[in-house]
């Protein structure tokens, strides 16, 4: 009903940049929340970054002032713009969304496949 494509994935060296890209498409009547995860080996799996429809944002602690998250409302998109990026950074990005496609039933919690990124000299 509703999927998540996630893109930008990829492979860079310690103090680079990657942009990160997640459409959702589907029968979509409102998206309340759109949010970057990570989950990196033998991790568990930890928020990043968050933007509400009111446009308000959370970082966590080990990403602040290095990636940007932000939306394209029309385009039913969020991007993630990672910075500065470490080794520590490797991991599995996935994005989620929180879709409400039938106003009675109200939000439902959609993920993407997830996208590999990797920093490494």
């Known amino acids: 009903q509703v999927q998540l494509v996630e893109s930008g994935g990829g492979s860079v060296q310690p103090g680079g940049s990657l942009r990160l890209s997640c459409t959702a498409s589907?029968?979509?009547?409102?998206?309340?929340?759109m949010a970057w995860h990570r989950q990196a080996p033998g991790k568990h799996r930890e928020m990043v970054a968050a933007i509400t429809a009111e446009g308000r944002i959370d970082y966590a602690d080990s990403v602040n002032g290095r990636f940007t998250i932000s939306r394209d409302y029309a385009k039913n998109t969020v991007y993630l713009q990672m910075n500065g990026l470490k080794p520590e950074d490797t991991a599995i990005y996935s994005c989620?969304?929180?879709?409400?496609?039938?106003?009675?039933?109200?939000?439902?919690?959609?993920w993407g496949q997830g996208t590999q990124v990797t920093v490494s000299s």
């Open positions: 589907g029968v979509i009547l409102d998206i309340r929340v």
């Open positions: 989620s969304a929180a879709v409400t496609s039938d106003a009675v039933v109200g939000p439902n919690a959609f």
